[in-house]
């Protein structure tokens, strides 16, 4: 999907299933991503549209922001599950300011 979305050259890289033991709600994926990236928990910030990328992001010490176009979890339940912020889909995070101030 990269190329057809043109924003691989945005990217400082990429963490797919086969570079993790176990996925989400496991904390494979972001304890990988921290590792590649040679950065702390309590500075990155995750996005995802499940509770359980909530949920795993925050096992990690990652704060997690959340969109609904998912389509299977409500606002309420993705802010239960510990999401900082909750936006409708990814342009009305950006049009909110995303990530400034979270």
């Given at each position: 999907?990269?190329?057809?979305?043109?924003?691989?050259?945005?990217?400082?890289?990429?963490?797919?299933?086969?570079?993790?033991?176990?996925?989400?709600?496991?904390?494979?994926?972001?304890?990988?991503?921290l590792?590649?990236?040679?950065?702390?928990?309590?500075?990155?910030?995750?996005?995802?549209?499940?509770?359980?990328?909530?949920?795993?992001?925050?096992?990690?010490?990652?704060?997690?922001?959340?969109?609904?176009?998912?389509?299977?979890?409500?606002?309420?339940?993705?802010?239960?599950?510990?999401?900082?912020?909750?936006?409708?889909?990814?342009a009305?995070?950006?049009?909110?300011g995303?990530?400034?101030?979270?």
């Amino acid at each position: 999907m990269l190329p057809r979305l043109r924003g691989a050259d945005a990217l400082a890289g990429v963490i797919t299933s086969h570079d993790v033991a176990t996925a989400k709600p496991a904390v494979d994926v972001f304890a990988v991503a921290l590792e590649r990236a040679g950065v702390a928990p309590a500075a990155a910030l995750a996005v995802g549209d499940t509770v359980w990328d909530v949920e795993a992001a925050s096992r990690t010490g990652v704060r997690c922001a959340a969109v609904l176009t998912g389509g299977a979890y409500s606002e309420a339940e993705l802010r239960a599950a510990g999401a900082v912020a909750v936006y409708a889909d990814c342009a009305a995070a950006l049009a909110a300011g995303f990530p400034h101030g979270l």
